[in-house]
C-alpha cells in the first residue's frame, strides 16, 4: 500500500515535461503545473509563433502568461519529501519509466503498421495508375497510328488517280504530236510537188486536221493539295500539342496532391526554414524592358532607360515585373533582399496576362496571383484586387515559404529572428513562380543565397 501511495504521489509531483519532481512549481491558467524552468523553456522555443500553449491540454494562451510560484504545492512537495518521497525505491521509478516506454514503443509500434499500411496502398495504387495510363496512352497511340495510316492511303489513292489522269492526257497528247507530225509530213511532201496538176490533183485528198486538244484547251493547278493536307496534319499536331500541354498541369496537381499519412510539419525556426530554401534565379525573357538583371539574374533593378531584350511573348509589357525561371510545387523558403522605395514580393501562376497594363497583368490584382507590398514603413497583403493591411516589424528582407501541397504560402519580416506577417490557407491548382515587382527607379530586389 504504502509503494502505491509513494507512486501516487510521485505521478501527483511530477513535471510532465522533465518527467522529475516538481522544482519551483507553477501553474498555468488551465490548472496543469510544471517546472518553472521546463515551461519557460518550451514557450521560449515557440516564442516565434507568437502562441503559447499547455503541454498537456494543448490550451492556447495569447499573449504569454505571466508564471507565478505555486506557494501550496511547492510546500506540500517539501511536506512529501520529508516523509519518504525523495527516498523510495528507486525501483518506482524504473517501473514507471517502464511503463511510459513500453506505451511509447506500442505508439510507434501502430504508426509503423499504419505507415506499412500506406506503403502497401500507395504502390498499389501507383502502379494501378501506371497500368492504366500506358493502357490508355498506347489506345490513343494506336488511334494515331490508325490515323495516319488513313491519312496514308487516302493520299496514295488520291495520287493514283490524278496521276492516271494525268498519263491519260499525256498519252492523247502524245498521239496528237504524231498525227500533226505526219499531216505536217504529208503538206511537205506535198509542197515539194513541182508539177502543178499533180499537186491540184493530190490537194483535194488530204484528211483535214482534227479539234486541238494541246495544253491550251486546260490549266495545269499549281501542286498544293498535298502541301494544303501537311498544313492540315500540322494544325492537328498543334491542337494536340497544346491538349497536352494542358493537361500536363492538370496531372501535375493531380499527382502533387497525393498525400502519404503524414504532412510535413511547418518549419519553427529559422534553422527549420533553411532546410527548404530553395535557390531562385529570374528569368529574361519575363523581364520588363527597363528591368536590369544582375548578380547570376538573382537581382533587380528598375532603371531609367529601356535595355536591350529582344521581344518575347512572355515579356511583362505593362508593370515592372519578372518571374523566375524555377517552377516552385514543393516545400520550399527563399529570401528577398529589398533596397529603395516600393518593392511587391509575389508568386503567381505561369499563365498570368503579360502584355498591357491591366490589373489582370499585375501581381495580386488577380485570382492568379499573392503579393506583398513592402514599403518601408509598412506591409499590404493583395491578393484579387483585395488588400489586406499587415502589421509586423519592417525589415529589409522578406522571407517566403511556401507549401504548395498544404495550400500554405507565409511571409516573414527577417532580421535577427523571424516574424510572421501574414499567412495564406488555399489551394493552389498549378505549379507556382516567384516574382517581384520594383516601383521606383534605383530600386532592387535581390533573391538571397541561402545555402
Same mark, same amino acid.
Not at 50 to 70: A, D, M
Not at 288 to 298: D, I, M, Y
Given at each position: 500500500?504504502?509503494?502505491?501511495?509513494?507512486?501516487?504521489?510521485?505521478?501527483?509531483?511530477?513535471?510532465?515535461?522533465?518527467?522529475?519532481?516538481?522544482?519551483?512549481?507553477?501553474?498555468?491558467? /488551465?490548472?496543469?503545473?510544471?517546472?518553472?524552468? /521546463?515551461?519557460?523553456?518550451?514557450?521560449?522555443?515557440?516564442?516565434?509563433?507568437?502562441?503559447?500553449? /499547455?503541454?498537456?491540454?494543448?490550451?492556447?494562451?495569447?499573449?504569454?502568461?505571466?508564471?507565478?510560484?505555486?506557494?501550496?504545492?511547492?510546500?506540500?512537495?517539501?511536506?512529501?519529501?520529508?516523509?519518504?518521497?525523495?527516498?523510495?525505491?528507486?525501483?518506482?521509478?524504473?517501473?514507471?519509466?517502464?511503463?511510459?516506454?513500453?506505451?511509447?514503443?506500442?505508439?510507434?509500434?501502430?504508426?509503423?503498421?499504419?505507415?506499412?499500411?500506406?506503403?502497401?496502398?500507395?504502390?498499389?495504387?501507383?502502379?494501378?495508375?501506371?497500368?492504366?495510363?500506358?493502357?490508355?496512352?498506347?489506345?490513343?497511340?494506336?488511334?494515331?497510328?490508325?490515323?495516319?495510316?488513313?491519312?496514308?492511303? @487516302?493520299?496514295?489513292?488520291?495520287?493514283?488517280?490524278?496521276?492516271?489522269?494525268?498519263?491519260?492526257?499525256?498519252?492523247?497528247?502524245? @498521239?496528237?504530236?504524231?498525227?500533226?507530225?505526219?499531216?505536217?509530213?504529208?503538206?511537205?511532201?506535198?509542197?515539194?510537188?513541182?508539177?502543178?496538176?499533180?499537186?491540184?490533183?493530190?490537194?483535194?485528198?488530204?484528211?483535214?486536221?482534227?479539234?486541238?486538244?494541246?495544253?491550251?484547251?486546260?490549266?495545269?493547278?499549281?501542286?498544293?493539295?498535298?502541301?494544303d493536307l501537311t498544313a492540315a496534319v500540322s494544325q492537328v499536331r498543334g491542337r494536340l500539342q497544346d491538349i497536352l500541354s494542358e493537361t500536363e498541369t492538370q496531372i501535375l496537381q493531380i499527382v502533387?496532391?497525393?498525400?502519404?499519412?503524414?504532412?510535413?510539419?511547418?518549419?519553427?525556426?529559422?534553422?527549420?526554414?533553411?532546410?527548404?530554401?530553395?535557390?531562385?534565379?529570374?528569368?529574361?525573357?519575363?523581364?520588363?524592358?527597363?528591368?536590369?538583371?544582375?548578380?547570376?539574374?538573382?537581382?533587380?533593378?528598375?532603371?531609367?532607360?529601356?535595355?536591350?531584350?529582344?521581344?518575347?511573348?512572355?515579356?511583362?509589357?505593362?508593370?515592372?515585373?519578372?518571374?523566375?525561371?524555377?517552377?516552385?510545387?514543393?516545400?520550399?523558403?527563399?529570401?528577398?533582399?529589398?533596397?529603395?522605395?516600393?518593392?511587391?514580393?509575389?508568386?503567381?501562376?505561369?499563365?498570368?496576362?503579360?502584355?498591357?497594363?491591366?490589373?489582370?497583368?499585375?501581381?495580386?490584382?488577380?485570382?492568379?496571383?499573392?503579393?506583398?507590398?513592402?514599403?518601408?514603413?509598412?506591409?499590404?497583403?493583395?491578393?484579387?484586387?483585395?488588400?489586406?493591411?499587415?502589421?509586423?516589424?519592417?525589415?529589409?528582407?522578406?522571407?517566403?515559404?511556401?507549401?504548395?501541397?498544404?495550400?500554405?504560402?507565409?511571409?516573414?519580416?527577417?532580421?535577427?529572428?523571424?516574424?510572421?506577417?501574414?499567412?495564406?490557407?488555399?489551394?493552389?491548382? @498549378?505549379?507556382?513562380?516567384?516574382?517581384?515587382?520594383?516601383?521606383?527607379?534605383?530600386?532592387?530586389?535581390?533573391?538571397?543565397?541561402?545555402?
Amino acid at each position: 500500500m504504502a509503494q502505491q501511495e509513494n507512486h501516487l504521489d510521485r505521478e501527483t509531483f511530477s513535471c510532465s515535461i522533465c518527467v522529475d519532481l516538481l522544482k519551483d512549481p507553477v501553474t498555468t491558467v /488551465c490548472g496543469h503545473s510544471y517546472c518553472k524552468s /521546463c515551461i519557460n523553456t518550451h514557450w521560449d522555443n515557440g516564442e516565434e509563433r507568437g502562441s503559447y500553449s /499547455c503541454p498537456q491540454c494543448r490550451e492556447t494562451f495569447t499573449p504569454r502568461p505571466v508564471l507565478e510560484k505555486n506557494t501550496m504545492l511547492a510546500d506540500s512537495l517539501e511536506e512529501l519529501k520529508k516523509t519518504g518521497l525523495q527516498a523510495a525505491p528507486a525501483e518506482r521509478e524504473l517501473g514507471l519509466r517502464r511503463q511510459t516506454i513500453q506505451q511509447r514503443v506500442q505508439d510507434i509500434e501502430k504508426d509503423v503498421k499504419l505507415l506499412q499500411q500506406e506503403e502497401e496502398a500507395l504502390n498499389g495504387s501507383a502502379d494501378k495508375a501506371v497500368e492504366d495510363s500506358e493502357e490508355i496512352f498506347t489506345e490513343m497511340i494506336r488511334l494515331l497510328e490508325k490515323r495516319s495510316s488513313d491519312v496514308k492511303q @487516302q493520299i496514295r489513292s488520291q495520287q493514283q488517280t490524278e496521276v492516271s489522269r494525268v498519263r491519260e492526257l499525256q498519252e492523247r497528247l502524245e @498521239q496528237e504530236i504524231t498525227e500533226l507530225k505526219r499531216k505536217d509530213q504529208e503538206l511537205k511532201q506535198l509542197s515539194d510537188t513541182e508539177d502543178h496538176n499533180q499537186f491540184l490533183h493530190n490537194y483535194p485528198s488530204l484528211s483535214p486536221l482534227s479539234g486541238p486538244t494541246h495544253s491550251s484547251s486546260f490549266r495545269i493547278r499549281p501542286l498544293r493539295n498535298f502541301e494544303d493536307l501537311t498544313a492540315a496534319v500540322s494544325q492537328v499536331r498543334g491542337r494536340l500539342q497544346d491538349i497536352l500541354s494542358e493537361t500536363e498541369t492538370q496531372i501535375l496537381q493531380i499527382v502533387s496532391q497525393v498525400d502519404v499519412l503524414l504532412r510535413q510539419p511547418e518549419p519553427e525556426t529559422r534553422a527549420d526554414f533553411l532546410r527548404y530554401s530553395q535557390e531562385i534565379t529570374l528569368d529574361p525573357n519575363t523581364a520588363h524592358v527597363c528591368l536590369l538583371l544582375s548578380e547570376g539574374n538573382r537581382k533587380v533593378t528598375l532603371m531609367g532607360e529601356v535595355q536591350s531584350y529582344s521581344d518575347h511573348p512572355d515579356r511583362f509589357t505593362g508593370w515592372s515585373q519578372v518571374l523566375s525561371r524555377e517552377s516552385l510545387t514543393g516545400p520550399c523558403y527563399w529570401e528577398v533582399e529589398l533596397r529603395g522605395g516600393v518593392v511587391h514580393v509575389a508568386v503567381t501562376y505561369k499563365n498570368i496576362r503579360r502584355a498591357g497594363s491591366s490589373d489582370e497583368c499585375g501581381f495580386g490584382n488577380n485570382d492568379k496571383s499573392w503579393m506583398l507590398y513592402c514599403y518601408r514603413y509598412s506591409y499590404i497583403f493583395y491578393h484579387n484586387s483585395i488588400y489586406t493591411p499587415v502589421s509586423g516589424p519592417v525589415s529589409s528582407r522578406v522571407g517566403v515559404y511556401l507549401d504548395h501541397r498544404a495550400g500554405v504560402l507565409s511571409f516573414y519580416s527577417v532580421s535577427d529572428t523571424m516574424t510572421l506577417l501574414h499567412r495564406v490557407q488555399t489551394t493552389f491548382t @498549378q505549379p507556382l513562380y516567384a516574382g517581384v515587382m520594383v516601383y521606383y527607379t534605383g530600386s532592387t530586389a535581390e533573391f538571397c543565397k541561402l545555402k
